[in-house]
T-cell receptor
Framework: GENVEQHPSTLSVQEGDSAVIKCTYS??????FPWYKQELGKGPQLIID?????GEKKDQRIAVTLNKTAKHFSLHITETQPEDSAVYFC??????????FGQGTTLQVKP | DVKVTQSSRYLVKRTGEKVFLECVQD?????MFWYRQDPGLGLRLIYF???????EKGDIPEGYSVSREKKERFSLILESASTNQTSMYLC????????????FGEGSWLTVV
């Protein structure tokens, strides 16, 4: 079946450094790629998304890049802060609302 | 703001019990989903519904059923709970013309003993 691979599973950075999380997907028809942040005890929150007609999108300290040829996309967080510590999920899907999620990355930002 | 409400946040049930997890949305959205979340496995789709009385199986429907009698409410049912159904259950809806953008509820932690 279709799947999404996410790496690394855990990531520890110093405050102020950058963090990068990478995902690869198998369904070449996927055209929507969101990223979610999940804090302890809460549901995932959408933080940024990108559609297949663009290669990069940025929102303040967060950016996402997409390489459709290679079928991978990445989340970049710059100037990390302790409140960025959370579990991050990538996902990929078509225009049906159904998404396939990665396994999650636990990001720890050390003050 | 999009609001997805899961009324039961923490439940402990016994093996063999019938369990109902309720999800309510307040924005008249058609598409509703149930996922389960397990460490190292991410989020996996159990069932989804595109409209009232409609339901479709997701990737892991075994052991579950759903009910959508009203547009705003989507229920996940465990007919006979088992310990391997101990998990975090997340309800979600999609927003937007393309139907992609998914918003989640806060989750329901179910422990089956």
């Amino acid at each position: 079946g279709e799947n999404v691979e996410q790496h690394p599973s855990t990531l520890s950075v110093q405050e102020g450094d950058s963090a990068v999380i990478k995902c690869t997907y198998s369904d070449s028809a996927s055209n929507y790629f969101p990223w979610y942040k999940q804090e302890l005890g809460k549901g995932p929150q959408l933080i940024i998304d990108i559609r297949s007609n663009v290669g990069e999108k940025k929102d303040q300290r967060i950016a996402v890049t997409l390489n459709k040829t290679a079928k991978h996309f990445s989340l970049h967080i710059t100037e990390t802060q302790p409140e960025d510590s959370a579990v991050y999920f990538c996902a990929a899907g078509r225009n049906t609302g159904k998404l396939i999620f990665g396994q999650g990355t636990t990001l720890q930002v050390k003050p | 703001d999009v609001k997805v409400t899961q009324s039961s946040r923490y439940l402990v049930k016994r093996t063999g019990e019938k369990v109902f997890l309720e999800c309510v949305q307040d924005m008249d959205h058609e598409n509703m989903f149930w996922y389960r979340q397990d460490p190292g496995l991410g989020l996996r789709l159990i069932y989804f519904s595109y409209d009232v009385k409609m339901k479709e199986k997701g990737d892991i429907p075994e052991g579950y059923s759903v009910s959508r009698e009203k547009k705003e409410r989507f229920s996940l049912i465990l007919e006979s709970a088992s310990t391997n159904q101990t998990s975090m259950y997340l309800c979600a809806i999609t927003v937007g013309r393309s139907g992609n953008t998914i918003y989640f509820g806060e989750g329901s932690w179910l422990t089956v003993v």
